[in-house]
């Protein structure tokens, strides 16, 4: 499809403004997502450089750039209000992150609906993303973000059902960028929550699915550690999740360790100041500092 597009170009066939932005958009998308594979330094963001002003013009990458830093400074208001100065931009870039922002956004008010509304909106606008760019790592793992973000299931049967659809889009997020920390902390979650599923749950699983879905607190805390090398300075709920599973295993010395670790690592949003308080709540509870 591509290569019929391409050759239209070559072949002077104007089309229409927003046809050649989407092209671009994916052909752009396909050369860096290869680029940054094959150098392995693909962390969460696709960072913007001179290609992508050269495709697009300095405002879509200046967006992007702005809007990444405000979203790891926890900044989430204004990161918001920059990536939307793109928001006719095509780019899958610009949507997953449109996405991303409208999300954190509705979740820092505390409204339930508000919340239910972008996770819905923002599943759908991500599947139609990986239509236009189906190996774009941080698509899938914002969907995965989405679905593990949901309050309220239909059944347990619908819960289970997007426990593996979460798994497998961890599993691409991190097959198209193995070198994404936050991916790796995510599947981390996702891991603890099903190793952390009670019997009577498990029956119920076990009578709905031949095989549902199985994980450990081992498994759980390799991909928290791997998390932590891929990105030595990421945010304290992973330091957070890492104790919870030192204490699972009963090493308590290394779960003080981390949870001193969540605790020095300081954040402005209301999730790092609630992990800090559940790390210190912790470490009273078992007597660890």
């Not at 593996?164 to 991190?174: P, T």
Request: charged share 30%; glycine share 4%.
């Amino acid at each position: 499809m591509w290569a019929s597009s391409r050759g239209a170009f070559r072949l002077g066939v104007q089309l229409p403004r927003w046809t050649r932005a989407s092209l671009r958009a994916t052909e752009l998308h396909r050369q860096l997502a290869t680029a940054t594979r094959t150098q392995h330094r693909y962390r969460e963001f696709i960072r913007p450089d001179a290609v992508f002003a050269l495709a697009f013009g300095a405002t879509m990458a200046d967006a992007i750039r702005k809007c990444d830093t405000l979203y790891e400074a926890g900044d989430y208001d204004e990161a918001y209000a920059e990536i939307m100065k793109a928001q006719d931009d095509p780019s899958p870039e610009v949507r997953w992150r449109i996405v991303r922002m409208t999300f954190k956004v509705a979740e820092k008010t505390g409204e339930a609906a508000a919340k239910t509304k972008a996770i819905n909106e923002g599943i759908v606008a991500l599947e139609e993303n990986l239509k236009l760019a189906p190996n774009c790592p941080n698509t899938h793992k914002w969907i995965a973000i989405l679905l593990a973000s949901k309050d309220q299931h239909d059944s347990l049967k619908h819960k289970i059902e997007e426990a593996f659809i979460i798994r497998e889009h961890l599993e691409k997020a991190l097959h198209y960028n193995p070198k994404d920390g936050y991916a790796h902390y995510v599947l981390g979650r996702w891991c603890f929550q099903v190793a952390s599923v009670g019997w009577i749950q498990r029956k119920a699983a076990a009578a709905l699915f031949a095989s549902p879905p199985e994980s450990s607190y081992e498994q759980a805390l390799e991909h928290f550690m791997r998390a932590e090398t891929l990105n030595p300075d990421i945010f304290n709920a992973c330091f957070l999740m890492a104790a919870k599973c030192f204490l699972q295993k009963g090493d308590k010395d290394k779960a003080g360790e981390y949870l001193k670790k969540c605790i020095e690592k300081k954040g402005k949003d209301q999730e790092s100041i609630r992990n800090i308080e559940e790390a210190q709540m912790l470490a009273k509870k078992h007597k660890l500092f």
